[in-house]
């Protein structure tokens, strides 16, 4: 028997993104978006409110980096979240994150998250809170990679749980994309 249950995005995976940038005087800022995914091979989209500092640095700079949280640093992750930039201009501090500029766009690196998508802003609508963002470069730790290719399993990328407000880590490897459907060929 089904439930019905209210007309929510309740979408899993949900991936729990950090979202990097400069403010105009090159202070470091982040804050944690779990509205986001892939749009098309080298682009993303977000959904984000225009109050939030981080959105009014990335309509400024055009530049900024988007992480994937991991299960590693899930509090200081959950911490730039829950707390603005708008009201503490020095939040990163308490993170303990150590921040490099990024190779190709005027946006912070966070060491400790590994993986990170240097990313140009492709257009911004206020109304839908829609952002677009072109990928122009990835980084990724060598501590996650396997054979030259991002482990997920030593990522440890974190997910959110609309329905239940936790944070999940991803699982194990239930198939083969491209491969196991063909049996019923």
């Not at 007309?7 to 993104?17: E, G, S």
């Not at 981080?54 to 730039?80: G, P």
């Not at 990170?116 to 677009?132: I, P, R």
Request: glycine share 6%; with cysteine.
């Amino acid at each position: 028997m089904r439930i019905h249950l209210d007309a929510k995005a309740y979408m899993y995976p949900q991936p729990v993104l950090i979202i990097g940038t400069y403010d105009e005087s090159g202070i470091a800022d982040a804050m944690n978006a779990a509205w986001g995914g892939v749009a098309d091979y080298h682009k993303l989209i977000i959904c984000l409110s225009a109050e939030h500092k981080t959105v009014k640095n990335i309509l400024q700079k055009k530049e900024f980096t988007v992480s994937m949280a991991t299960k590693k640093q899930v509090v200081a992750c959950d911490y730039v979240g829950v707390v603005s930039a708008n009201q503490v201009a020095n939040k990163l501090e308490k993170t303990g994150w150590h921040i490099v500029q990024s190779a190709k766009v005027d946006a912070p690196t966070f060491e400790e998250l590994p993986l990170t998508l240097e990313c140009k802003l492709e257009s911004f609508d206020e109304e839908t809170e829609l952002m677009l963002c072109e990928i122009v470069h990835v980084t990724a730790d060598d501590s996650i990679l396997t054979n030259g290719k991002i482990d997920p399993s030593k990522l440890e990328p974190i997910t959110y749980d609309p329905v239940n407000h936790t944070y999940i880590t991803l699982g194990d490897v239930c198939g083969k994309a491209f491969h196991d459907g063909l049996q019923l060929k």
